[in-house]
T-cell receptor, first 113, second 112 residues
Framework: GESVGLHLPTLSVQEGDNSIINCAYSNSASDYFIWYKQESGKGPQFIIDIRSNMDKRQGQRVTVLLNKTVKHLSLQIAATQPGDSAVYFCAENYSNSGYALNFGKGTSLLVTP | EAQVTQNPRYLITVTGKKLTVTCSQNMNHEYMSWYRQDPGLGLRQIYYSMNVEVTDKGDVPEGYKVSRKEKRNFPLILESPSPNQTSLYFC???????????FGNGTRLTVT
């Protein structure tokens, strides 16, 4: 079956650098994508979303890029801070008739001082 | 404060002893869902509900039941828990389709 995946399971960056977390999806019918952050002992926290009619969306220090041609999603975090250390998940809505999010396995981001 | 509340946070039980994990949201959301999170497998959907009295199976519904008698509550029921249901469970809700899901803080269940 089609699935959402992540290119890198772990990512280590220095404080102040920019981070890029990548995600590949294979369901061309997916029309909605979300990035979540999960800290230890907590539930996933919404970061940013994007619909398939867009290719870029910016939030506070974060940008999501969507490339439908190659079915690729990325999350860019500017000026990464220690508080950004967490596991990041991408998710796609793959349901044709409703709302069913398929989550990737996650990337662990470690920010070092 | 807008939130999804799950109880209990931690639960240890024995095989076959029925249990219920409660979930409540105060955001007037139509859509609610249950996920389980396991190492190496990520988040997998158990059941979801598009509105009151409407529930549907997700990807891994076997061994679980849900009900949606009220908009704010969506309990997860394990009639006869087994050790393979040991997992971290999350309840989530959203306003409508293609809106961000808001997650609770999870329930860690151990079945011995």
């Amino acid at each position: 079956g089609e699935s959402v995946g992540l290119h890198l399971p772990t990512l280590s960056v220095q404080e102040g650098d920019n981070s890029i977390i990548n995600c590949a999806y294979s369901n061309s019918a997916s029309d909605y994508f979300i990035w979540y952050k999960q800290e230890s002992g907590k539930g996933p926290q919404f970061i940013i979303d994007i619909r398939s009619n867009m290719d870029k969306r910016q939030g506070q220090r974060v940008t999501v890029l969507l490339n439908k041609t190659v079915k690729h999603l990325s999350l860019q975090i500017a000026a990464t801070q220690p508080g950004d250390s967490a596991v990041y998940f991408c998710a796609e809505n793959y349901s044709n008739s409703g709302y069913a999010l398929n989550f990737g396995k996650g990337t662990s981001l470690l920010v070092t001082p | 404060e807008a939130q999804v509340t799950q109880n209990p946070r931690y639960l240890i039980t024995v095989t076959g002893k029925k249990l219920t994990v409660t979930c409540s949201q105060n955001m007037n959301h139509e859509y609610m869902s249950w996920y389980r999170q396991d190492p190496g497998l990520g988040l997998r959907q158990i059941y979801y509900s598009m509105n009151v009295e409407v529930t549907d199976k997700g990807d891994v519904p076997e061994g679980y039941k849900v009900s949606r008698k009220e908009k704010r509550n969506f309990p997860l029921i394990l009639e006869s828990p087994s050790p393979n249901q040991t997992s971290l469970y999350f309840c989530a809700s959203s306003l409508v389709n293609n809106s961000p899901l808001h997650f609770g803080n999870g329930t860690r269940l151990t079945v011995t």
